[in-house]
């Protein structure tokens, strides 16, 4: 760092009556400085746009975005005025009499409602819901997709639900590994993100999450119908720790970031993967798949414990103990099993490291320093919190996403700092969650 000098240098033992204004002037021109980068961060945050304020379907069956609430048909994603909207209404109306929207006492207004139709919407026109309508997350990602597999089969939209995990057999290869995002259709990519390995364990959670809302013959029939995803996952999640650390090699996560070091979120994906991967295996009676999962499972669970829990339970492998992030979520239920004190006790700490000015969280606690909640890590620590039980913190995460809807009640991935709503919506990693959570919370 350069040094700024106002002064020339005094010769030895000479003073002067302007060094105590020199060092004032030193002093204001630090301040401002960083008082001016802080002002520059803090701009950047808050003029961050929202991009819509729900999605709906318009004209000819097609999904638009909209700015406001009024110009849809009220309890709806459909947009007014026009000469289907009745017919589309009662579409949807008629979905979610299907199923079930989970009723939690306490929380007000019609959260859970507009979070399942915003799934629905986002399903359009192939069937399995894209991560948002912009352009940019107009794509399937199999975190989100999972998470939305579940929320559906859980409220009694199970062929929803297997369409997704459909969707995931169709398009993951021969090797196993699953690409960061996918084209709807199942054409292909967008781009040249590349493999992100938590998507094996993610795909094993969903077949299991679906599977178990489904009952006798129609669970085992479902189980085999998925049967090359489900093998295909566990192989690959196998091959993935068959190193003498029995840890993953480094790869993306929900950061969407290249990574040097394995990330706890990744090893925790593939453990709760495994884990899934025996249970699915014990349903077809395939008893030695299932040993052969489970023991996987454990090996990478020990593992976890011994390089990950050592320092914390960081977020990279050797990391600091305050950069605890989502990781230690994909731990614990719903997603893993791991209910160790040391995981707990990372657990109950990452608020304090996470949060944001704004009331919500950020995605870890390495994440940058800005204002910014993300909804997505905020809806998934509820989600974590009502299946261990803590209803009270569970109720008020609920609560806080359920204050920073839209203006069309959907929930959007960000929240700046005044509590205003930005980037895209509705984000249907945060709706998934949403529901799972209100269906824990009623159950």
């Not at 995990?165 to 090797?175: A, G, I, N």
């Not at 950069?323 to 657990?347: C, I, K």
């Not at 204050?403 to 069309?408: C, I, K, L, M, P």
Request: overall charge negative.
């Amino acid at each position: 760092m350069a040094v700024l000098t106002l002064e020339p240098a005094l010769p030895h033992g000479r003073h002067s009556h302007r060094a105590p204004l020199t060092a004032c002037l030193c002093l204001l021109l630090i301040v401002t400085i960083s008082s001016s980068g802080l002002l520059a961060r803090r701009n950047l945050d808050t003029t961050i746009p929202l991009h819509a304020a729900a999605v709906a379907v318009g004209p000819g069956g097609a999904l638009i975005e909209v700015d406001a609430a009024d110009v849809l048909v009220p309890g709806s994603r459909v947009l007014a005025g026009m000469p289907d909207s009745l017919d589309l209404v009662r579409e949807q109306s008629a979905w979610l009499a299907a199923g079930v929207v989970p009723q939690v006492n306490g929380l007000d207004g019609d959260m859970v409602t507009v979070a399942l139709l915003d799934l629905h919407v986002l399903s359009r026109p192939y069937g399995v819901p894209v991560a948002g309508w912009s352009p940019l997350w107009r794509y399937v990602w199999p975190r989100d997709s999972a998470l939305a597999a579940s929320a559906l089969a859980r409220t009694g939209h199970t062929s929803d639900a297997e369409r997704i995990v459909d969707f995931l057999q169709r398009v993951q290869p021969e090797s196993g590994l699953f690409q960061a995002r996918y084209l709807p259709d199942g054409s292909g990519v967008p781009d040249a993100r590349g493999v992100e390995l938590d998507g094996v364990g993610w795909a094993l959670w969903a077949i299991a999450q679906v599977a178990a809302e489904l009952s006798g013959s129609d669970r085992a029939t479902f189980v085999q119908r998925h049967r090359m995803l489900l093998y295909r996952s566990t192989q690959a999640a196998l091959r993935s720790i068959d190193n003498p650390s029995s840890l993953p090699p480094p790869s993306s996560d929900y950061w969407e970031v290249k990574e040097t070091r394995p990330t706890l979120a990744t090893a925790a994906l593939l453990c709760a993967g495994l884990e899934a991967g025996a249970e699915l295996y014990r349903i077809l009676g395939d008893v030695e798949a299932a040993d052969h999962a489970a023991g996987g499972g454990q090996r990478l669970q020990d593992a976890i414990k011994t390089n990950f829990g050592r320092n914390g339970y960081p977020r990279h492998l050797g990391g600091r103990s305050d950069s605890t992030d989502l990781g230690v979520d994909f731990l614990l239920p719903p997603v893993g099993s791991n209910v160790d004190s040391a995981v707990l006790e990372a657990w109950e700490r990452a608020p304090l490291l996470m949060s944001r000015p704004g009331g919500g969280l950020a995605p870890g606690g390495s994440w940058r320093r800005d204002d910014v909640s993300w909804t997505n890590a905020t809806g998934s620590r509820a989600m974590t919190a009502a299946f261990l039980g803590h209803h009270d913190e569970a109720m008020a995460w609920l609560r806080w996403l359920d204050q920073h809807r839209t203006a069309a009640g959907s929930l959007p991935e960000k929240v700046l700092r005044d509590g205003q709503p930005a980037s895209v919506s509705p984000l249907a990693w945060t709706a998934a969650a949403v529901v799972i959570t209100a269906d824990q919370l009623a159950s």
